[in-house]
């Protein structure tokens, strides 16, 4: 793999301004809110060079996943209902559950693997990831691989 097709998973914060108007840009000239490049580049304050130039190279997550397995680790309080809970939620935005792995508790905190398949008819899997990590007793939820 050369360095052209290398892939990041990146949390919004790291993300630099311009390549998240690239993707207003976007998401604009996609649902019809501007119907030229030039009026969505002056609605979000980016030229159209800087448009073409990151167009093809940053998109939202979710709009590449379908079809893939997504491997995610978090770290959660050891409390009864707290996996189950977050196990449902997954369930609830369509994904298919490949594997679990639990490791033991320490001082009250478990670590979790999970993989998951990601169907055509799946929901947002940013917003899922954005609901279980606001989730009570969860310390972190992090993208392992997407394969």
């Known amino acids: 793999m050369n360095d052209n097709e290398k892939y990041y998973v990146l949390r919004k914060k790291a993300v630099p301004e311009v390549l998240l108007k690239v993707l207003e840009v976007k ?3 996609e649902n019809g809110t501007s ?7 002056n609605a979000v ?3 159209r060079s800087s448009f073409y130039k990151y167009k093809d190279d940053i998109f939202f997550f979710h709009d590449n ?3 893939k ?3 995610f680790v978090m770290q959660m309080d050891d409390e009864p209902g707290l996996l189950s809970g977050v196990l449902k939620l997954i369930a609830e ?3 298919n559950i490949l594997t679990i792995h639990q ?9 979790i693997t999970v993989s998951i398949e990601v169907l055509s008819d799946s929901k947002d899997i940013t917003a899922m990831m954005e609901d279980i990590e606001s989730r009570k007793g969860i310390h972190y939820i992090k993208i392992l691989a997407r394969e």
């Open 35 to 41: 119907k030229t490049v030039g009026e969505a580049v």
């Open 69 to 71: 397995t997504l491997t």
């Open 65 to 67: 996943t379908r079809g």
């Open 103 to 111: 490791a033991i508790p320490i001082n009250g905190v478990a670590s």
């Open 93 to 95: 935005y369509d994904l």
């Open 45 to 47: 304050g980016i030229s």
């Open 27 to 29: 998401k604009m000239l």
